[in-house]
């Protein structure tokens, strides 16, 4: 990153302490979303094929198995309370700001049933990234248009963005090493890993972007471990 780009993040990240700190229920009145691919096969870590011998025991052989070309891409959206909306792209369907502007339709349709408490004006905020759907101008006239606030998130934030640092990595690290029969197997693996996620360890996460917060700004903007 640039030492620009280190300070928009510097900036952005207080404000975000400036309202937790300004209101205590701010952290979890975050609506946060994302997009990533998951795999019919996606390899093990190397921790988790590690395998225990003894001294003198020759070094096991493993066969080299990459990423399988089956896949689908999975659209969800949590909050502190839970996974608010969640849905499968279809096949050969671009995510383009048309494509993106009818899931946030369905993202506030779902609100509005399942989450009473954010009826109001400015009772919840969105945390999405700066993908160039994300951004565009379909996009930012339709939030405009219903009212929705957004949080600022920098670019090259991974870091900074909830699904990537915390939900989509425990998805993930479940799936690794399965083999899923077809697409409509993958789907429902990835339904079941996020519903079975405890919700404490859901609402964790908002906290955590607190505190990666907190220590981003101590790094002057840097990546930390």
Not at 139 to 155: E, R
Request: proline content about 4%; hydrophobic content about 35%.
């Amino acid at each position: 990153m640039t030492d620009d780009q280190k300070m928009l993040r510097i900036q952005h990240l207080k404000d975000i302490i400036k309202e937790a700190k300004k209101d205590q229920n701010f952290l979890y009145s975050i609506v946060t979303g994302d997009e990533t691919w998951c795999f019919q096969y996606d390899p093990e870590t190397k921790r988790q094929s590690a395998e225990w011998k003894a001294r003198n025991d020759p070094k096991p052989k493993k066969s080299r198995f990459e990423k399988s070309k089956v896949k689908t891409m999975l659209i969800c959206f949590y909050d502190s309370k839970g996974i608010v909306h969640k849905e499968f792209v279809p096949a050969g369907q671009t995510v383009n700001a048309v494509f993106y502007v009818s899931v946030l339709k369905r993202l506030v349709h779902r609100i509005r049933r399942i989450r009473p408490e954010y009826r109001e004006e400015g009772s919840w905020r969105l945390l999405h990234d700066n993908a160039p759907s994300h951004r565009s101008t379909l996009v930012t006239d339709f939030l405009t248009k219903n009212d929705i606030l957004t949080i600022n998130h920098s670019p090259y934030s991974p870091d900074m963005a909830p699904c990537d640092f915390y939900l989509f990595g425990k998805m993930h690290l479940s799936m690794k090493g399965k083999r899923y029969v077809d697409v409509e197997d993958i789907q429902r693996a990835c339904t079941t890993i996020l519903k079975d996620i405890p919700l404490n360890d859901i609402k964790h996460s908002f906290e955590m972007l607190l505190d990666r917060a907190k220590r981003c700004i101590e790094s002057d903007g840097d990546y930390f471990e």
